[in-house]
């Protein structure tokens, strides 16, 4: 806040803002330590008040509801005993997050066990996570594999254009014998490679298709 906030601020009403917006009134310390470089004191009773009004239009069913249903942790500021409805709506939307797709989706992306779904209250969300997580391990392996295939592919390529360049050196009018000779071995130990190349290729290829028709069943 700068010197003019402080002279004309309304402290009941910044107070309600952030009640209403389930802010701890800690927020206030920041406002005093504003007003103080002016050598303006922050009313904090008045924040007080206005914070606590907020605070009963925030802590309701209908929000604690709508944290629960994100999988969001409780608000402290709401506590239980004083908003009982608030923990209500909480739980009930808690309910509503913590469920076997909920636990699948979360895991089929990667992420980790939301806390708030204690495994000995919501089973079945556990249950979702460990088999969406088997998912994603294999949708990994499967853009793994996918992979490699492009770089077994690149290898292929390079095989080719080695042998390409080894059989112009045994046309050319400026090749010496020795030349050709070393070419020939060349192309020889390319060819070999590439059917090294060819056979890791297929083996990685029946992998893939096998992880693909695993995935499809998931």
Not at 40 to 65: M, N, P, S, W
Not at 124 to 143: D, F, P
Request: proline share 1%; hydrophobic share 30%.
């Amino acid at each position: 806040m700068n010197k003019e906030e402080c002279q004309l601020a309304d402290w009941s009403a910044v107070g309600y803002k952030h009640g209403a917006q389930g802010q701890a009134a800690t927020t206030f310390n920041q406002y005093q330590a504003d007003c103080a470089d002016h050598s303006i004191k922050a009313d904090y009773a008045a924040f007080k008040r206005g914070h606590q009004q907020g605070l009963d239009d925030y802590c309701v069913y209908e929000t604690g509801l709508n944290n629960g249903s994100a999988g969001n942790n409780y608000n402290g500021n709401c506590p239980s005993r004083r908003y009982p409805d608030f923990a209500e709506g909480y739980h009930e939307g808690l309910g509503r997050f913590c469920t076997y797709e909920s636990g699948y989706d979360q895991g089929a992306r990667g992420q980790g066990a939301n806390r708030n779904c204690a495994e000995q209250d919501y089973p079945e969300y556990s249950q979702g996570l460990v088999s969406g997580q088997a998912k994603y391990e294999v949708i990994r392996a499967v853009h793994a594999l996918e992979d490699e295939l492009i770089s077994l592919e690149q290898d292929l390529q390079r095989q080719d254009e080695f042998i390409a360049d080894s059989e112009a050196v045994i046309v050319s009018k400026e090749s010496t014998s020795d030349d050709r000779v070393k070419a020939l071995l060349d192309i020889k130990n390319h060819r070999d490679e590439r059917k090294r190349i060819k056979r890791e290729y297929r083996r990685v290829e029946a992998e893939l298709a096998d992880l693909q028709m695993r995935l499809s069943e998931m």
